[in-house]
């Protein structure tokens, strides 16, 4: 019952919940879409109302603010416990995912969302610095349950480790541990804040970048700095023809370093990015180019730029970068798991439990990825005959022949391409098709595409993107959260949410009737004009984990009527906006300034 969940969750130990309860919750809710609805309803929703409650008494108690109370949770064993079972919980769902033979089109990681297992009640309570430490200390913490934390907080937690990191980096000498509890103990000792930009004693990871060879400056940069030296605060300057150009980075020019950046690393045309990655043209999601390199030096530089383009993703995640790079879903959701988690097929045609899992898995991201491939070769997996037809004919009228082989692009150094078949079995050119092995030649297939085709660029991207960001506090992700936290927030934004948080200077105030314009024109946008909005003031068109309540924003009086366009400092996040005379006027200076804006200046 309800009332007794926080004793039972409290009296359980740890392996009993993992060991016992996880299969056998599982086998409960195996299946059907329905079940795992119910899976939901019945168990995690019940042991989420109660960690509601428990914190409400507990404030009722002592009197506190409901919003990030500074009480110690650590020392409550009800609200302990039931973290706990909100963790055995998610393990079921995952472990009924892995387990169960229903053919199902989702990814198959879990069934249902993670917002499902989170309480967004108990993440705004808890003292994450608080938790943080004690997790890095062996002690007891609640960052042991990650799946109740939302994304924001999980954002925090990563956000504390970043600052933590850089201010090791800058305190400690390079052969030092990062993680010893004396030095994090030092580290949280200093000041909030780090030392600012351009301080003398502040080591930096500083890139000089000439605007006309940006990702050859980077990538020769990144290649000379230490896994040290990328836990430095960052800081770029551009060069223009030789020149430097004025201004101190305090962020905004980062985040347009970023921006240059990651379009050409995506440029199918930069002969720089080599075209490291394809993109498909229906989803319009990224992956790694699963062509081969026709020599073994050219394949050595390839690998060598996925690695160094993980760590550039890496910098921006590790530096508070929010960047809409369009890689698929199943990039995200590799980068967050162990090695040791990646799985290994058979070459036998008859598969285990673990193989079919690992088959549902890479044909749900070969889905995501392609939509039209994967509807084919699931069609071609669930392909069953009209009763009363030869099941062979029919198989065979339907698809056609064909070999157990894939098609692999081969580059050469002149950038020409070549086609060569691949064998998916041993001797698979010679093995058909059939309707027999129908499932195991969709398996291999699918796992060509999305496993061995990339194995190597995917751990080298992977190795680069690690050591840049790579920390404790990112065993607490989930591909999903690593998703959100690089990409930001996917849906609409609602400007309602940031008028709230806006601040104002030069005269300008909440209710000043230019202000009152600039909101009527800014909420009246098109979504992809209002994503414009954001990025010309913050340098990111999209909203951070925890949504626009997360983006400070100042708006600055800039003058009287004027027909000068409106400026932003994305530095500070600050808009400057004259005092138009009239609402149309307002609308066609803005608009203008929107299409027209890239990076800090016009185009």
Known sequence: TRASSAAIGARLPADALEGEAVPSLARAFDSERRRAEAFATRLAKPVLACVARRLGTRRASSGTSPSRATDDFADDPALLGLARMLRCLAAADAFAARTSRGSTDAPAASRLPASAFQSPELSDALNLRREYTRWLEGERSFCEFPCVFTTEAKARVLRGEANLQKRVAIAASRREPFFSSERVRGALDTPEELLPFGHPDAPFLELVIDRERVLTDTVAALRAAS????????????????????????????????????????????????????????????????????????????????????????????????????????????????????????????????????????????????????????????????????????????????????????????????????????????????????????????????????????RHFKRGFRDACGGPAFGLLSGSDLELLVRGEPGELDFRVWRAAAEYEGGFGDAHPAVETFWRVAESLAPKRKRRLLFFVTGCGRAPAGGLANVPLCVQRAGGDSDFLPTAHTCFNTLLLPEYATEEKMRERMVTALENAEGFGLQ
């Open 227 to 458: 896994r040290e030296k990328k836990k430095r605060p960052l800081r770029v300057r551009f060069t223009a023809r030789g020149v430097e150009e004025e201004g101190v980075d305090e962020g905004g020019v980062t985040k347009e370093f970023f921006q240059l950046v990651v379009r050409e690393m995506f440029d199918a045309e930069s002969r720089e990015s080599a075209r490291l990655f394809a993109r498909d043209d229906e989803s319009g999601f990224y992956w790694f180019s699963r062509a081969r390199r026709a020599t073994a030096a050219d394949e050595r530089r390839a690998l060598e730029l996925y690695a160094l383009f993980g760590a550039m993703l890496g910098l921006a995640l590790y530096n508070g970068v929010t960047l809409d790079v369009h890689l698929a879903p199943a990039a995200y959701r590799r980068l967050v798991e162990d090695d040791s988690e990646e799985d290994e097929c058979s070459e036998e045609d008859e598969y285990s439990d673990a193989e079919r899992f690992a088959s549902r898995r890479h044909l749900s991201d070969l889905a995501e990825l392609s939509p039209s491939l994967g509807g084919s070769l699931k069609a071609v997996r669930d392909f069953r005959p009209d009763s009363g037809d030869d099941a062979e004919a029919a198989f065979q009228e339907a698809f056609g022949p064909r070999d157990f082989v894939a098609e692999q692009t081969c580059v050469d150094a002149e950038g020409r391409e070549t086609t060569r078949t691949r064998e998916l079995a041993p001797g698979g050119a010679g093995v058909p098709v059939t309707y027999a092995n129908r499932e195991a030649f969709v398996a291999r297939y699918a796992e060509f595409l999305m496993r061995d085709s990339v194995s190597r660029p995917l």
